[in-house]
């Protein structure tokens, strides 16, 4: 497969994206996908899967950017378990999302000052990306509008456990969401693979109570993938309500972040 790797780009585009799309609807993708890199067929067919191998989180931790992708996708695949546990089937959409929700990081990637690294507006940046590269490959264009939104707005979120919103802002959240606003449930809680448990539970507390607000804003009454669970009250110590920054759509900033820029995750 290494010798020849190079070989598949006499296959057509239309056929390299139905293997794929066969590989991604596979119970295990993630087996294909290593297969794909490790023999540098993906250096050929989907260069951006590899190119994630090159950076390192921006917290320096376990994971490099690959190896946390690899890891969502095979959250968002247990997420995709509908209510009373039935699954409706693989969800092409959401896992290609899953695979490329970050393959913005490498050209964003900047070192700050201090030994940091951040990776602002990879959101943006990995959407165009994204766009390009489903369009390559032949997918048709409701699978390449939907993918590419879900990539865009997969940082949305971000900050909320910091600085709850306000209702117009979760109403702006539902709206810019469209009818990809459950898969961006699902994309948004496979994202969450640190291994500090404080923080997971706590990412995931507030994105339970912001599911409770839509579900309550569309009079649904209730979370559909989730119970919901009490709110956190108010308190002199509680970060959902100190004061912050607004950014332009109408979001406070999360506490050490510059005002209108969007944190490294």
């Known amino acids: 497969m290494h010798r020849l790797a190079e070989r598949i780009s006499i296959v057509s585009a239309e056929r390299v994206r139905d293997e794929l799309s066969k590989l991604l609807v596979a119970?295990?993708?993630?087996?294909?996908?290593?297969?794909?890199?490790?023999?540098?067929?993906?250096?050929?067919?989907?260069?951006?899967?590899?190119?994630?191998?090159?950076?390192?989180?921006?917290?320096?931790?376990?994971?490099?950017?690959?190896e946390h992708t690899?890891?969502?996708?095979?959250?968002?695949?247990?997420?995709?378990?509908?209510?009373?546990?039935?699954?409706?089937?693989?969800?092409?959409?959401?896992?290609?999302?899953?695979?490329?929700?970050?393959?913005?990081?490498?050209?964003?990637?900047?070192?700050e000052p201090g030994g940091g690294v951040s990776f602002h507006h990879?959101?943006?940046?990995?959407?165009?990306?994204?766009?390009?590269?489903?369009?390559?490959?032949?997918?048709?264009?409701d699978t390449v509008k939907a993918v590419t939104h879900l990539v865009?707005?997969?940082?949305?979120?971000?900050?909320?456990?910091?600085?709850?919103w306000s209702d117009s802002a979760v109403r702006r959240y539902v709206t810019d969401a469209g009818d990809q606003l459950e898969r961006l449930h699902r994309l948004t809680r496979a994202d969450v693979t640190t291994r500090n448990r404080?923080?997971?539970?706590?990412?995931?507390?507030?994105?339970?109570?912001?599911?409770?607000?839509?579900?309550?804003a569309q009079g649904a009454g209730g979370d559909r993938f989730h119970p919901a669970r009490p709110r956190r009250q108010p308190d002199s110590g509680d970060p959902w309500h100190r004061a912050r920054p607004r950014d332009r759509h109408g979001v406070q900033a999360s506490a050490g972040t510059a005002h209108g820029a969007r944190p490294a995750r």
């Open 198 to 216: 404080r923080k997971a539970e706590r990412l995931s507390f507030a994105y339970d109570d912001l599911e409770h607000r839509i579900a309550e």
């Open 27 to 66: 119970s295990d993708p993630r087996l294909g996908l290593a297969a794909l890199t490790d023999s540098g067929i993906a250096d050929h067919v989907l260069p951006e899967l590899p190119a994630l191998r090159l950076e390192v989180d921006e917290h320096h931790h376990h994971k490099d950017v690959y």
């Open 152 to 164: 865009e707005m997969h940082l949305r979120f971000h900050g909320y456990a910091d600085a709850r």
């Open 122 to 141: 990879h959101e943006v940046v990995g959407a165009k990306m994204t766009r390009k590269r489903l369009k390559e490959l032949r997918f048709d264009k």
């Open 70 to 111: 690899l890891t969502v996708v095979d959250q968002a695949i247990a997420l995709e378990t509908g209510p009373e546990g039935t699954v409706p089937g693989p969800d092409l959409t959401l896992r290609l999302a899953a695979l490329l929700h970050d393959i913005g990081k490498p050209p964003t990637k900047r070192n």
